[in-house]
């Protein structure tokens, strides 16, 4: 038992020292080529036109056919995602990996909800 107590307590402590010090990675899914136009004023952009950057990386275009996954991303920084329609600011919002449950995310857009970000445990838009 004392044994088995101490397995857990060392690997739980490997797991902290390998947050602490490691990078995280994002998947971007891909968006139709199409969708409704139907959308609430301003939130509309065509997906040709869609692209994110991450922090002060450069902006790509968002992916339409494959998923992308974007890595070395701090564990312990903050992260700031831009979501960018034909160039012009669209959205934004912050994140930090520990507030998920590991460090492989995955981010969706839609024309209805915007951006979601979730880690690939959560079953959803096709991430798992």
Not at 11 to 38: D, H, I, N
Request: aromatic share 12%; proline share 5%; with cysteine.
């Amino acid at each position: 038992m004392a044994k088995a107590a101490l397995v857990l307590f060392m690997s739980a402590l490997l797991w902290s020292s390998f947050r602490e010090q490691g990078y995280g990675f994002l998947t971007v899914k891909p968006v139709p080529s199409a969708w409704s136009k139907m959308v609430s004023p301003g939130m509309y952009c065509d997906s040709d036109k869609l692209s994110l950057r991450i922090d002060r990386r450069s902006a790509m275009g968002w992916p339409r056919k494959e998923e992308v996954n974007i890595d070395g991303l701090d564990l312990n920084e903050r992260h700031l995602v831009a979501i960018l329609c034909d160039g012009k600011p669209l959205q934004s919002f912050k994140f930090r990996f520990s507030e998920f449950r590991n460090n492989k995310l995955c981010l969706t857009y839609d024309v209805y909800q915007g951006p979601q970000l979730f880690d690939r445990t959560q079953h959803g838009w096709g991430c798992k």
